[in-house]
């Protein structure tokens, strides 16, 4: 379980998070959605540690950055590690050995290349492979769907949902609202580093209309294409 109280974040005098209050579960995933800017990044970076903050986080996992698998948007890689080498990096900072990476290259990735020629995408799916071989009881995972190509989409779905039947902890942001969708349990709205809004999963349909509402309106419509 992982509680989140009364959780404010500043950069200066600008409020980035403001009074978030929120829960996770174990064997529940977690939708977080929001317009660029809205504060997303920045609590799941105060989740991981990465972040000083005003109020607290509560979690039965001690130290909690301990537990925790994040993958950021865009992943940091040194420039002369090969993707085996940054896989086995990883896993010994949580002090788990693995004896083939090539067993469980779910991505088939050239491991033995320097991760720094890799695309976007082969960057993204290096990093959700090092946090999966680690063995993390939480997943953060911040738009991991994104510059994927779509089979590699299918078999990130289907690592979430087995990860739940696991009873971990994920949390996900996403601006497909389909992945969420199908994965998700909760979605949490952020608007400007605050939380609007918390939809259950019956829901979620009336959520996207109101979403494509709000985002489009009558956009299409004024640009008169013929």
């Known amino acids: ?101 090539e067993k469980q290259n779910i991505f088939d990735l050239p491991l033995n290349q320097y991760a720094s020629t890799y695309s976007t995408g082969m960057k993204k799916k290096l990093a959700i492979m090092a ?26 779905t289907e690592l979430i949902l087995e990860l739940k039947k696991l009873n971990k902890i994920i949390i996900i942001s996403s601006h497909i609202f389909s992945t969420l969708n199908e994965t998700c349990d909760k979605i949490h709205l952020l608007k400007k580093g605050e939380l609007i809004k918390t939809v259950e999963k019956e829901n979620f349909q009336d959520l996207e209309e109101e979403m494509k509402r709000k985002s489009i309106g009558n956009k299409v419509k004024e640009m008169q294409l013929k």
């Open 1 to 101: 379980m992982i509680k989140i109280k009364n959780l404010t974040k500043k950069y200066g005098n600008k409020t980035v998070l403001n009074n978030i209050n929120l829960e996770f579960e174990k064997g529940k995933v977690y939708g977080i959605v929001g317009e660029n800017g809205a504060g997303k990044t920045t609590l799941f970076r105060c989740i991981s540690g990465l972040e000083k903050f005003e109020g607290e986080i509560l979690s039965d996992f001690k130290p909690l950055k301990n537990y925790i698998g994040l993958l950021l948007t865009n992943p940091y890689f040194f420039s002369r590690i090969t993707g085996r080498e940054y896989l086995q990096l990883l896993c010994n900072a949580r002090q788990v050995e693995i004896q083939d990476f």
């Open 131 to 156: 946090i999966l071989l680690q063995k993390n009881q939480i997943f953060i995972l911040d738009e991991p769907y994104n510059g994927v190509d779509i089979q590699s989409n299918l078999i990130i």
